[in-house]
C-alpha cells in the first residue's frame, strides 16, 4: 500500500461545516478566518499529502437564516448541501442584543429564542449530516444546576432533547456545574475551563501585579465558587479566605430568599491585593456587596 493510499484511510469522515447562528455571527467568522489561515499553512507544509488535499476552502461557514413569520413563529433554512458534513452549529443564548418585531412591539430575543432557533437549524439539517456538534458557550438552563423539590431541571431536560434530534457533541465553556452532563452519559460533552486564560490575562493587563502570600490574596466570594478559588490558590501559592451567604429562610422574595449578611472567613486583608473568582454573575449584587466588605 502505498503512503497516499494509507492517508486516504485517515481521511476525515466528513467535510467540514461551520453554522454560526445571527447571535454568534462574530464569533463564527473569527473561527473561519483561523481555521482558512491554519488550513492554507497546512496544506503548504504537505503539498503531497492525500488527507489535505481537496480540503481548502476560502470559508467553511454555511448560510443558515432563521426568517421570522408575522405571528411571531419561525423556521430554519440552510442555504447550501450539508449531506455527509462534519457540521459546527453555534449560538450564543444570552446575545439579549438581537430583536425581532412582532404585532408593532420590539422583541429582544432571550435564551429559549436563541435555543428554539439552534433546534430549528438541526431540524434544517434533516439528519443528513454526518456529525453535529453544536458549540454553546453559556450552557442554554445552567443557571438552574440542581433540583429541590418541585421544580424543572431545563438544563437536563435540553441536553436530553439535543441528543434525540441527533447532536453527537456538546463544547460549553466554564459550565455553572458540568456534572449536568450525568444526564446525557451516550454524547459527548466538553466543558472548557479558562484557568489559565484569566491569569494570563490579569498578569498581562496588570504586569505590576505581586503575587507573593505576603501581598496576594484569593477571595472565594460564596460555597459554589470555592473549588475553583482552592485551585488558583493553590496555583499562585497564596491564602484563601472565603465569604457564606447567611440567608433568612423564614421568608422568600422574587423567588428566592434573601441575603442577610455575607460572612468572611479567613485571613485579614488589609493591604493585600484581591483575586475574586465567582461561578457565575447574574445580577452582580454579591459580588458588589463582598467588594464593599472587603473595602470595610
Not at 39 to 47: G, I
Not at 167 to 194: E, K, Q, S, Y
Request: proline share 4%.
Amino acid at each position: 500500500m502505498s503512503n497516499s493510499e494509507r492517508n486516504l484511510e485517515t481521511l476525515p469522515t466528513g467535510s467540514l461545516g461551520i453554522i454560526p447562528l445571527q447571535s454568534c455571527q462574530e464569533l463564527g467568522e473569527k473561527v473561519d478566518k483561523y481555521l482558512v489561515k491554519w488550513r492554507d499553512e497546512r496544506q503548504h507544509q504537505h503539498q503531497n499529502d492525500a488527507a489535505f488535499m481537496g480540503y481548502k476552502r476560502d470559508s467553511y461557514i454555511i448560510e443558515a437564516v432563521t426568517p421570522r413569520f408575522g405571528s411571531g413563529e419561525a423556521k430554519g433554512m440552510i442555504k447550501e448541501t450539508v449531506r455527509g458534513y462534519d457540521l459546527y452549529l453555534m449560538v450564543d443564548v444570552t446575545n439579549y442584543s438581537l430583536t425581532y418585531s412582532l404585532c408593532g412591539q420590539t422583541n429582544h430575543m432571550s435564551p429559549d429564542d436563541h435555543y428554539a432557533d439552534l433546534k430549528r437549524i438541526i431540524a434544517a439539517v434533516g439528519g443528513k449530516a454526518r456529525r453535529i456538534t453544536a458549540i454553546i458557550p453559556f450552557l442554554y438552563e445552567s443557571r438552574q444546576h440542581k433540583r429541590t423539590s418541585r421544580e424543572s431541571l431545563d438544563c437536563a431536560l435540553a441536553l436530553q432533547e439535543l441528543t434525540a434530534m441527533g447532536v453527537d457533541n456538546i463544547i460549553t465553556f466554564d459550565a455553572h456545574d458540568p456534572r449536568v452532563c450525568n444526564a446525557i452519559p451516550l454524547m459527548g460533552f466538553d466543558n472548557v475551563v479558562p484557568s489559565y486564560q484569566v491569569l494570563k490575562a490579569m498578569f498581562h493587563d496588570i504586569p505590576h501585579l505581586r503575587t507573593t502570600p505576603d501581598e496576594f490574596m484569593v477571595i472565594s466570594p460564596d460555597e459554589g465558587a470555592l473549588n475553583r478559588n482552592m485551585y488558583y490558590a493553590s496555583m499562585l501559592g497564596v491564602p484563601m479566605g472565603m465569604f457564606y451567604k447567611r440567608r433568612d429562610y423564614s421568608i422568600i422574595v422574587n423567588g428566592r430568599n434573601p441575603i442577610v449578611a455575607h460572612e468572611y472567613l479567613g485571613n485579614s486583608v488589609e493591604g493585600k491585593d484581591v483575586f475574586i473568582a465567582d461561578d457565575i454573575i447574574s445580577s452582580g449584587e454579591s459580588m458588589l456587596d463582598i467588594a464593599y466588605a472587603l473595602k470595610k
